[in-house]
């Protein structure tokens, strides 16, 4: 498959990058480590380094701004989804490029994006691949990359991705889920795009800007990071036997035929909640609520991704 007309035209020429900035969980690795991806950026001719590391994913924002008033023309982000996820929050409608280094447990949306766990080849995307223009999701003010929502368990997905994940894959991922699962009903009620859309008892509330969650399961089929719209999901199951059927037919790609489950799309959503629940962006948990404002931002932020043939 050929580059389209607008990859050719989001293509950096040359090495002329521009001031790059490298923004760096220092507790996650990957390949030859910082030292190495300093030296890449070295021997690939970027000449305007800023650099800076942190102890923990929410002291990254702070470096972000400090690298755009720098005159950043370029942010390398070093770690997992929830390191992604602060810096995309702070980068998001700036036009300042981010390139994911995916050096965390969770790499989910430089997976969705093909970009591999490859320090190398990672270094040269962010150099020289196209340079997409991709949505994000916003809840109550907050930016995300790749879902959101509440009563899903964050134990779990911790959990299934750090200890589980290359081993025995989604049947384990399963397996963990049943063990964890609380899924106690609250009385939900959903409107999308102003019109309500569900008014009932719901385990779960899920909101994906790509296809594919944690530990490999394709929770919306059709979801695409550049179509202008969030998926929409809400689950009905009550206890392991209900979520048993409800995982099993997440991980073999059919999360819509599942009688807990129903799914849509839209640009705006409001959840209400008769008790509060605690809520996640991109495997963060965030405090107890019992409202959800939500909403997709087209195009919010800009991402160095491989070209359309190495996808």
């Known amino acids: 498959m050929s580059m389209s007309t607008a990859e050719r035209a989001a293509t950096p020429t040359g090495t002329g990058v521009g001031t790059v900035a490298v923004v760096a969980h220092r507790k996650k690795t990957l390949g030859g480590g910082l030292d190495a991806l300093r ?5 690939a001719g970027v000449d305007d380094l800023i ?6 994913s929410r002291k990254a924002p702070k470096k972000v701004r400090k690298a755009l008033k720098k005159g950043a023309d370029l942010v390398f982000v070093w770690g997992g989804d929830g390191m992604v996820q602060r810096c995309a929050d702070t980068l998001a409608g700036t036009g300042t490029p981010m390139a994911i280094l995916p050096a965390g447990t969770a790499n989910l949306f430089a997976a969705n994006l093909g970009i591999p766990a490859d320090l190398p080849e990672a270094v ?10 991709l949505d994000l999701g916003k809840l109550n003010g907050e930016h995300f990359a790749v879902m959101a929502g509440a009563g899903f368990d964050g134990d779990l997905i911790r959990e299934a991705d ?3 994940k290359g081993q025995l894959g989604r049947i384990a991922y399963l397996w963990t889920g049943l063990r964890h699962v609380r899924g106690e009903l609250v009385p939900t009620r959903i409107t999308v795009d102003g019109a309500e859309w569900f008014d009932g008892e719901a385990s779960c ?7 594919t969650i944690t530990g490999g399961i394709p929770a919306f089929d059709d979801a695409r990071p550049d179509d202008g719209a ?14 048993a059927r409800t995982l099993g037919r997440m991980a073999a790609g059919r999360s819509a035929e599942s009688p807990f489950v129903r799914i849509t799309r839209g640009r705006r959503v409001r959840v209400r909640l008769a008790a509060p629940r605690t809520y996640e962006l991109d495997g963060g948990a965030r405090g107890a609520v019992t409202k959800l404002k939500v909403r997709v931002v087209p195009g919010a932020l800009t991402v160095c991704c491989p070209h359309a043939s190495e996808r």
Do not use: C, M, Q
């Open 39 to 43: 030296a890449d950026l070295i021997a």
């Open 51 to 56: 650099w800076y590391e942190v102890p923990k």
């Open 230 to 243: 969030l998926e929409i999901g809400v689950s009905t199951a009550n206890g392991a036997v209900d979520w």
């Open 124 to 133: 040269r995307i962010g150099l020289h691949g196209p340079r997409r223009a």
């Open 205 to 211: 509330v899920l909101f994906g800007n790509v296809g």
């Open 162 to 164: 750090r200890k589980l």
